[in-house]
């Protein structure tokens, strides 16, 4: 029987371990970026077409290679960091494997210029499916030029599995601002598209990270610093008044290569004990240095999961340095009891009630003699109002019944959905809830609206984010939402990378009410906002938490308009906790089954549920 077992081509073992190093446009903006901090380069620019997949370029004036250098670069395995095994374990550089520019020319054309201090000439190559095309000596400055085109044309299903462009770009501006957060020392630029995201000049560490999150996150940074005989722990946290609902700004570097550790990540969050709103994030940018020996890098090909000797040890130095960074600047939380209703009722001492029944009908009582005189008067009347206010409406149920209600025509019934009732709107009030009992507020949560056979429990905020989305899904294709103009302009100062995507969308997000401006650089300017925006809530929270919802469903892959739409109802929709009027759930409840779907919200929470007496009456049985 003949052999079967034979080596695989080069062109073929590249491309498979392409498949671990390129996984997307962002993984050869990471590869490329380290290569050229590796040279030495304090200037280094990236360029980037249609979101990578055209033309990734990365420009350095690093110390540039010979021509049998350049040529060996493209070889797997091939590499200037490390000579023996040993060597793994006392890196100080990013890159150690050898395979990244081999894995990128096998899935990409890529062309090389290159030129050290000492040459008169440069050298150019051209690489294809990994095969050299082109050498050649040419003229170029110091330092290296890699341009990568056509990713994945050797691969077509790889490449139909990338996702749209607004996604491979937020990627590529995640690899480029970790990289760039490493070194501070080190000028770099962005440019996607002709258009300038980033410019961020040499500096400190503290200068780079408001470059990259914006001018807004300056005074909400508490700087960290902690020294060991293991390790030095250094860089920034935020305050727990700067947090947000989605990740991104959570950056841990051990020895500036940056790292995800959940259990780090843990460690931070304990630091901050009660001081963050559930399911918020803090800003945080850490450095962990530490003896290369006590760490193991080489667990993936991204080289992003590493392993300590000692895990618990630095969980523990972490923890201590943030609640030491947030202990010495004073950073407390704050308790507003003016704010919160419920406080007050807490601190309230409740009064003594004592009634007396003036007539045997329910719900009319008396204060006592004892109680008429005296500052206890006020208590009673008070107390008085608030029993009439629990059994108003019970006149509505027949005495003689049995509590049960009267027998009605014209209750309003709910849906289309097997087994629940179908809500008809009322002919003469063109309304499906006015002409009924009123509607209620229970905890300032939920609404209950009476059907014929029992009640509706809505969820106000999940009602209002359905009929808010398919509001603004209309705007977006016809029907642009009216503006309430502003006396006076107020303009917004984003991040580098949030500016970028604004522009992207802000077409869309003018459909939405909003009358915004660029105002140069990463600033905006808003002349309107929705003119039936909620009160309590001005027009920058809106637009940044739009975009963070945003960016939140960006993975989704939704389409810009369906994520637009679901991020604005989010944000906009009223919030639990806040307290209607009649006319007000009349108007929601009429909004909702007016709904295409009034089932759910866009996230899929329900909108109500349905109670039927008869299940009622078993339950008290």
Request: with cysteine.
């Amino acid at each position: 029987m003949a052999d079967v077992i034979q080596l695989l081509p080069d062109s073929v073992a590249n491309q498979i371990a392409a498949g671990e190093v390129v996984q997307r446009p962002a993984s050869v903006v990471k590869e490329l970026l380290e290569n050229a901090v590796d040279a030495g380069a304090n200037k280094i620019q990236l360029i980037v077409r249609d979101a990578g997949k055209t033309l990734i370029q990365v420009i350095d004036n690093g110390c540039g290679m010979s021509e049998t250098d350049a040529r060996m670069s493209f070889e797997r395995h091939a590499t200037s960091k490390i000579r023996e095994s040993k060597d793994l374990f006392a890196l100080h550089t990013f890159g150690f494997r050898g395979e990244a520019l081999a894995s990128i020319a096998a899935v990409a054309q890529v062309e090389m210029k290159t030129r050290r201090s000492t040459d008169e000439l440069g050298t150019r190559l051209v690489v294809e499916d990994s095969f050299v095309k082109v050498q050649e000596p040419c003229q170029a400055p110091l330092g290296t030029s890699i341009s990568v085109k056509n990713l994945f044309y050797t691969v077509p299903a790889r490449k139909s599995f990338l996702k749209a462009d607004p996604v491979e770009t937020r990627h590529i501006l995640d690899e480029f601002q970790r990289v760039a957060m490493a070194n501070p020392d080190v000028f770099f630029s962005l440019h996607h598209n002709d258009s300038e995201i980033f410019h961020l000049p040499i500096g400190n560490l503290r200068q780079r990270v408001v470059k990259i999150f914006g001018e807004a996150v300056n005074k909400k940074l508490v700087p960290a610093e902690q020294e060991t005989d293991i390790l030095h722990i250094s860089g920034f946290v935020g305050k727990p008044d700067y947090v947000k609902k989605t990740r991104g700004e959570q950056l841990f570097f051990v020895n500036k290569r940056f790292i995800r550790s959940n259990y780090l990540h843990h460690a931070v969050m304990s630091a901050y004990e009660d001081l963050l709103p559930a399911d918020t994030y803090p800003l945080y940018v850490l450095f962990l240095d530490i003896n290369p020996a006590s760490v193991d890098i080489n667990v993936h090909p991204t080289k992003q999961e590493i392993k300590f000797d000692d895990e618990r040890l630095v969980y523990n130095f972490l923890k201590v340095a943030v609640r030491h960074a947030l202990g010495s600047h004073n950073v407390t939380p704050t308790l507003d009891f003016e704010q919160e209703p419920a406080f007050q009722q807490r601190l309230t001492p409740a009064p003594v009630l004592r009634p007396e029944r003036e007539s045997s009908s329910v719900g009319t009582f008396r204060p006592s003699k004892f109680d008429q005189d005296g500052p206890a008067a006020s208590r009673h009347t008070s107390n008085l109002e608030n029993w009439e206010k629990l059994y108003k409406g019970l006149e509505l149920f027949e005495k003689g019944s049995g509590g049960e209600p009267e027998p009605t025509t014209d209750e309003p019934v709910i849906g289309t959905r097997p087994g629940v009732e179908v809500l008809e709107m009322d002919d003469d009030t063109e309304s499906f809830s006015k002409g009924q009992r009123e509607p209620y507020q229970v905890h300032g949560q939920y609404i209950i609206s009476h059907i014929k056979s029992g009640y509706l429990l809505i969820d106000q905020q999940a009602a209002s984010e359905r009929v808010l989305y398919e509001r603004y899904l209309a705007a977006l294709e016809h029907q642009p939402i009216a503006t309430q103009k502003a006396l006076f302009p107020k303009t917004v100062e984003l991040s580098a990378a949030d500016a970028h995507l604004l522009r992207d969308i802000l077409e869309e997000v003018n459909c939405l009410g909003f009358e915004i401006s660029e105002f140069g650089g990463n600033t905006f300017a808003i002349h309107g906002s929705p003119a039936e925006l909620r009160p309590g809530i001005s027009e920058e929270t809106l637009l940044q938490k739009v975009l963070e919802q945003y960016k939140g469903n960006l993975e989704l892959q939704l389409g810009a308009r369906d994520n637009l739409a679901r991020s604005m109802a989010r944000n906009a929709a009223m919030r639990k906790g806040q307290p209607l009027t009649v006319p007000e759930m009349q108007d929601l409840i009429d909004r909702l089954f007016a709904c295409t779907v009034p089932f759910n919200s866009p996230s899929g929470r329900k909108c109500f549920i349905q109670y039927d007496l008869e299940e009622l009456q078993r339950q008290f049985s």
